[in-house]
């Protein structure tokens, strides 16, 4: 039971590419989310899936896009990335009030 | 204004010291509060719920004063392996839906 994994853990991007960031949860939750963490800020919700086939934007979903592939897996795309967009990713799903967080995919867009 | 608030600190505390952080909110309708702890560079983990009437795990005590809109978390006893950011987590909602709310954190500095 791995629990939720993220691909990749690191990443450095230049202004302007793209990329996807995977994510998946082998404990069946219908909830999940993506996050971005940034220093002296908490966590800021980007976009959240109730269940599968639906998404919706968070706090911050700007720049971002996002697919709920199926009840497992759901990925986040950064179609132009800035320099803004550096953060920690976390990637999480919930079941009963409590939220299992993936390892995290640090970004850096130069 | 924030809608959740931390002291970032960091607390430097001794081994076997008490020690307790407040975490302030501004959503009287807030409904359900957790303290969450981030060790450094891994993921968030679960610590704690915070029930109305507060509640105990071992050296750890949560409470919720709803009048003054905050909660705290008491550490007894401190251990090296305490060291982490706390991250407290509001939500208007019974569950967690999309309006989870996070502290930045408070670190918290556990030294021999």
């Known amino acids: 039971n791995a629990g939720v994994t993220q691909t990749p853990k690191f990443q450095v991007l230049k202004t302007g590419q793209s990329m996807t960031l995977q994510c998946a949860q082998d404990?069946?939750?219908?909830?999940m989310y993506w996050y971005r963490q940034d220093p002296g800020m908490g966590l800021r919700l980007i976009y959240y899936?109730?269940?599968?086939?639906?998404?919706d934007k968070g706090e911050v979903p700007n720049g971002y896009n996002v697919s709920r592939l199926n009840k497992r897996e759901f990925s986040l795309r950064l179609e132009s990335a800035a320099p803004s967009q550096t953060s920690v990713y976390f990637c999480?799903?919930?079941?009963?009030?409590?939220?299992?967080f993936g390892p995290g995919t640090r970004l850096t867009v130069l | 204004r924030k809608e959740v608030e931390q002291d970032p600190g960091p607390f430097n505390v001794p081994e076997g010291a008490t020690v307790a952080f407040n975490c302030t909110y501004s959503?009287?309708?807030?409904?359900?509060f957790f303290w969450y702890r981030q060790d450094c560079r891994k993921e968030p983990k679960l610590l704690m719920s915070?029930?109305?009437s507060g509640n105990e795990d071992g050296r750890f005590t949560a409470q919720l004063n709803r009048a003054s809109q905050y909660i705290s978390l008491l550490i007894r006893d401190s251990k090296l392996s305490d060291s982490a950011t706390y991250l407290c987590?509001?939500?208007?909602?019974?569950?967690?839906?999309?309006?989870?709310?996070f502290g930045a954190g408070t670190i918290l500095r556990v030294k021999s």
């Open positions: 404990m069946n939750h219908n909830s």
């Open positions: 959503n009287s309708a807030s409904q359900s």
């Open positions: 915070v029930y109305s």
């Open positions: 899936s109730a269940s599968e086939g639906t998404t």
């Open positions: 987590v509001v939500t208007p909602y019974m569950e967690y839906g999309n309006k989870l709310v």
């Open positions: 999480a799903s919930s079941q009963e009030r409590r939220l299992f």
